[in-house]
């Protein structure tokens, strides 16, 4: 069956770095469309070379994707040469309540589709023409319709402000470098923008893990209320069904066990409700402050970019730093039992079992938030000693230092032959088992490191997905080297913030769940966080890579 064909025009098919139509297309993995030799200048030109984004939403890719050309998109470009572009329709050309007018036009004017940041104007298809045709206007640059094109304009030397002085933090025009601003700080109005898109990019990072954190909190409350009613509903029906046995002598406590039981359920109900509550508003700022975020980031216009930057920038200290944490409790079933032993001694120790049966439901806890250490000092009150295995090191690795160090070797040492000794990979576990909250420091020199946790059951000899550390779902591992640390777990990559110091901090609260990195100068660093759960004692582990590499556990006692 025939199909109505679809109308485009040829902005549909243009390219958003050359504004031309589609030229050897190529689709990268956000979806967006470019001519594939504007894409490849545009990531050659980028400053960090190892970072790749899209110049339409920003989105990173690492590494840099391989390019192939839509072989569908480009005959669909062909065929439209040949059978002529759709024009808009009529109806959508002439200007609405909320659109940007062409500022050539004259009678009726016709809405704009681009504005021109070089002559400050804004131009309809019609007018806009010559920008594609003329070999001079081909170079300026063409942005979304914007009103405010003559905020760009210094209002001084009514010259566009294409600089930006970092002394005054302020934008501004060319004389005005070389006058009243002249001795400061300058820079390209592109240059700042480039180094602002960046932090921006930090920024929601953050925020989109900060959602993602606390969208897991919000799971584990609204998992634990149907625990903590469903845990209530069993302790008062066997209550129930207990009590009952003493009759009138147990009437009158069966109702004050029932009613402390449901109030305590309410309590501990409403306080995690309200927990949850705060988590929802937070994530819904966050989310807002991240659509402001992208907006701004897709703003074309260096100007008005840093003109918003400050204001939608900043980010206000997360005022819950603590971790949700629930103690795994079957709730209410010491009461059970006490009321099962009240049973038993009948009427002569009912009033001295009554107390005890209060108290126990009074003390029952449903959240154990316990807040993670903030100084370096907080973290050295979980220091732990920690020395290498020498059953496990491999055999190109030297221990010195009282097993405390670890040192790759240009000749292979001479081990004896044990079952937990690495046989594939530059690994060392740690003689003592981490259990409850820990805490230690690595000290590192060379070109690569891993600071690791993993299982004692850990594979020793195979591939590296069998035993190397993050490869499996057996260790959890951070590694580092001069430029870009990388997390892995179960073979899955996850890139963390860079650079890190020599020294890397590892706090492990086991009994919680949690596995941090720090990088450790003047201040503690978050790298990398973990929440999960720990179903083994866990050792601490490092792996190196080249001759000479060196780390070792630091004394913190």
């Known amino acids: 069956m025939a199909q109505k064909g679809v109308q485009l025009d040829q902005e549909t098919f243009s390219c958003s770095i050359c504004l031309d139509l589609l030229k050897d297309p190529v689709t990268i993995p956000c979806g967006h469309s470019y001519c594939m030799s504007c894409i490849k200048n545009h990531w050659d030109g980028e400053d960090m070379k190892n970072i790749h984004s899209c110049p339409q939403c920003r989105q990173i890719f690492i590494p840099r994707p391989v390019l192939v050309k839509s072989t569908m998109l480009a005959d669909l470009v062909e065929q439209l040469k040949k059978t002529g572009l759709e024009p808009a329709a009529a109806d959508h050309c002439y200007t609405g309540a909320e659109d940007v007018v062409c500022d050539v036009c004259t009678g009726r004017k016709l809405k704009a589709v681009k504005s021109c940041l070089v002559c400050l104007v804004s131009y309809c298809h019609k007018h806009l023409q010559p920008h594609y045709d003329v070999p001079q206007l081909k170079k300026h640059k063409l942005v979304d319709p914007s009103e405010k094109l003559q905020e760009n304009v210094c209002s001084r030397h009514d010259e566009v402000m294409k600089m930006f002085c970092r002394t005054d933090h302020q934008c501004i025009c060319y004389l005005c470098s070389v006058d009243e601003h002249k001795g400061h700080d300058t820079v390209s109005s592109a240059a700042e923008r480039t180094e602002r898109q960046t932090e921006l990019e930090v920024s929601r990072q953050k925020i989109q893990q900060r959602i993602k954190d606390k969208q897991k909190d919000v799971k584990v409350l609204q998992q634990e209320v149907k625990t903590i009613s469903r845990c209530a509903d069993e302790a008062v029906e066997k209550n129930h069904k207990i009590l009952t046995e003493l009759i009138q002598l147990m009437e009158e406590r069966r109702r004050d066990v029932e009613r402390q039981i449901r109030s305590k359920e309410e309590t501990e109900v409403s306080r995690v409700k309200e927990l949850e509550s705060k ?239 720090y990088s450790v100068s003047e201040t503690m660093t978050l790298i990398h966080r973990v929440q999960t759960t720990f179903t083994e004692p866990l050792y601490a582990g490092l792996e190196l890579y080249s001759e000479g590499d060196t780390a070792q556990f630091s004394n913190l006692k």
């Not at 160090?405 to 000794?421: E, G, I, K, L």
């Open 279 to 517: 988590l929802e508003q937070e994530i819904t700022e966050l989310r807002r402050k991240d659509a402001e975020m992208d907006k701004l980031s897709h703003t074309h216009d260096h100007i008005q970019f840093l003109l918003q930057y400050s204001s939608v920038s900043k980010l206000r200290e997360d005022p819950d730093s603590s971790n949700i944490h629930i103690r795994p409790l079957n709730y209410f079933k010491d009461v059970t039992t006490a009321v099962s032993e009240l049973r038993d001694k009948l009427q002569h120790s009912l009033t001295e079992e009554w107390t005890n049966i209060s108290l126990t439901i009074t003390q029952t806890q449903v959240l154990l938030i316990k807040a993670e250490p903030q100084t370096r000092a907080e973290f050295l009150r979980y220091s732990r000693n920690i020395t290498l295995d020498p059953n496990t090191v491999n055999h190109w690795l030297s221990l010195s230092e009282e097993n405390k160090r670890v040192t790759v070797m240009s000749q292979v040492q001479n081990y004896p032959h044990h079952p937990d000794r690495f046989s594939n990979r530059f690994q060392v576990l740690s003689r003592e088992s981490l259990t409850g909250r820990c805490y230690w420091e690595v000290e590192w020199s060379g070109e690569y490191v891993v600071a690791a946790v993993a299982y004692k059951d850990i594979k020793r000899e195979g591939s590296s997905n069998d035993c190397g550390f993050g490869n499996n779902d057996q260790s959890w591992a951070l590694y580092y080297d001069s430029f870009i640390p990388v997390f892995y777990y179960n073979g899955v990559e996850s890139p963390v913030p860079g650079p890190v110091s020599s020294r890397i901090g590892v706090y492990l609260d086991h009994t919680a769940g949690i596995l941090s990195f």
